[in-house]
């Protein structure tokens, strides 16, 4: 089974601190992504890359940033935290376009 | 109209029945359907992928209904560890994923 780890589940961080939220699979995936899910509102996409060092901005990039050096590392980066950056954070991962996702077990981000 | 479209809820059902929802979706350039399952504070885990003749999977049937732009989700014979939120997802030809916002699920001992 491909796993898709999240460093962190849980994270508590001040307003103005710049946070790093990375992603790690194991199974020579191709695509990863970046999701944030909110009561109400569902997933919504944040980054996505297809390759090392590809990005492409999803439905609401701003005040977010990405990196992928490594295949298999995808990290997501808030450049200065705001408390409505509060949310569940969700990495994800498949082989390509057809396949579905495996998702990380999350990391639950609160801005204080 | 909303890319895509689920009832949320909740369904509240006995166990041992079964029970069905739909997910509908707007536009016509759909390639790939998906229903994944999400446990309360845990992530989205694929429950499995629908084909346009539709698909089974133990007590859980999906099908694709093209013409209609849905897609459902049958579970028969539903046990206490069904209950979830079920979302559906919609790919389309562009490569675009749309994740529906779920549909609750209880079901009652």
């Known amino acids: 089974d491909v796993k898709v780890t999240q460093s962190s589940r849980y994270l508590v961080k001040r307003t103005g601190e710049k946070v790093f939220l990375e992603c790690v699979q194991d199974?020579?995936?191709?695509?990863m992504f970046w999701y944030r899910q909110d009561p109400g509102l569902g997933l919504r996409l944040i980054y996505f890359?297809?390759?090392?060092?590809?990005?492409e901005k999803g439905d609401i990039p701003e005040g977010y940033s990405v990196s992928r050096e490594k295949k298999e590392r995808f990290s997501l980066i808030l450049e200065s935290a705001s408390t409505n950056q509060t949310s569940m954070y969700l990495c994800?991962?498949?082989?390509?376009?057809?396949?579905?996702?495996?998702f990380g077990s999350g990391t639950r981000l609160t801005v204080v | 109209r909303k890319e895509v479209e689920q009832d949320p809820g909740p369904f509240n059902v006995p166990e041992g029945a079964t029970v069905a929802f739909n997910c509908t979706y707007s536009?016509?350039?759909?390639?790939?359907f998906f229903w994944y399952r999400q446990d309360c504070r845990k992530e989205p885990k694929l429950l499995m992928s629908?084909?346009?003749s539709g698909n089974e999977d133990g007590r859980f049937t999906a099908q694709l209904n093209r013409a209609s732009q849905y897609i459902s989700l049958l579970i028969r014979d539903s046990k206490l560890s069904d209950s979830a939120t079920y979302l559906c997802?919609?790919?389309?030809?562009?490569?675009?994923?749309?994740f529906g916002k779920g549909t609750r699920l209880h079901i009652l001992p």
């Open positions: 629908v084909y346009s």
């Open positions: 536009n016509s350039a759909s390639q790939s």
């Open positions: 890359s297809y390759d090392v060092k590809m990005k």
């Open positions: 994800a991962s498949r082989r390509e376009a057809t396949y579905g996702y495996t």
């Open positions: 199974m020579d995936h191709e695509n």
């Open positions: 997802v919609v790919m389309y030809r562009d490569d675009k994923i749309i």
